[in-house]
T-cell receptor
Framework: DQQVKQNSPSLSVQEGRISILNCDYT??????FLWYKKYPAEGPTFLIS?????DKNEDGRFTVFLNKSAKHLSLHIVPSQPGDSAVYFC????????????FGTGTRLKVLA | DAGITQSPRHKVTETGTPVTLRCHQT?????MYWYRQDPGHGLRLIHY???????DKGEVSDGYSVSRSKTEDFLLTLESATSSQTSVYFC???????????????FGEGSWLTVV
């Protein structure tokens, strides 16, 4: 059973607009969440993370929001740029010292120039 | 970039042959992982290691074994490769963080394996 779900396989957004990528999880023990970006033929690269003690974390154009009651997190990219076109994965773990990171199936973002 | 090297980067092998993928890190991170990426499945954990000689199974461990004899090296072995193991394999590393800060996991560039 998929513990981390990304229900939108793809998303297209105009350059300069906001991109919102969503992720849902089922395991209430998850308390640390991460977003990764992946270009073709490359390994995933870390973007931003959030601990369950927070509900928002910002890093430049990237903001992650966490709604624990809904078991939902989202990644906002503002403004979107063509270089942001990639596959985005969300991941969850049970916090510091935990070995396992469970990933979603990914959302392919295409930013249109 | 995290110092993670995977080898080989590309391999074509025949069904039934053994295959070993190597992951080498220069970061002295405690945890190492092997993931596979397949369309529609995202990244799935095969095996992971929490120290030298300490390993455990992930979500999709059947048909795979691992070994970690040194901190810096983590080997993934397909004892008898099957076509269902055609995939892209990613090694990853992480290090224990402060409480509430969690760990960030860093990935290698990937190894493309085709089983024919």
């Amino acid at each position: 059973d998929q513990q981390v779900k990304q229900n939108s396989p793809s998303l297209s957004v105009q350059e300069g607009r906001i991109s919102i990528l969503n992720c849902d999880y089922t395991n209430s023990m998850f308390d640390y969440f991460l977003w990764y970006k992946k270009y073709p033929a490359e390994g995933p690269t870390f973007l931003i993370s959030i601990s369950s003690i927070k509900d928002k974390n910002e890093d430049g154009r990237f903001t992650v929001f966490l709604n624990k009651s809904a078991k939902h997190l989202s990644l906002h990219i503002v403004p979107s740029q063509p270089g942001d076109s990639a596959v985005y994965f969300c991941a969850a773990s049970e916090g510091s010292g935990t070995y396992k990171y469970i990933f979603g199936t990914g959302t392919r973002l295409k930013v249109l120039a | 970039d995290a110092g993670i090297t995977q080898s080989p980067r590309h391999k074509v092998t025949e069904t039934g042959t053994p295959v070993t993928l190597r992951c080498h890190q220069t970061e002295n991170h405690r945890y190492m992982y092997w993931y596979r990426q397949d369309p529609g499945h995202g990244l799935r954990l095969i095996h992971y290691s929490y120290g030298v000689k300490d390993t455990d199974k992930g979500e999709v461990s059947d048909g795979y074994s691992v070994s970690r004899s040194k901190t810096e090296d983590f080997l993934l072995t397909l004892e008898s490769a099957t076509s269902s193991q055609t995939s892209v394999y990613f090694c990853a590393i992480s290090q224990p963080g402060e409480p509430t800060s969690g760990n960030t996991i860093y990935f290698g560039e990937g190894s493309w394996l085709t089983v024919v």
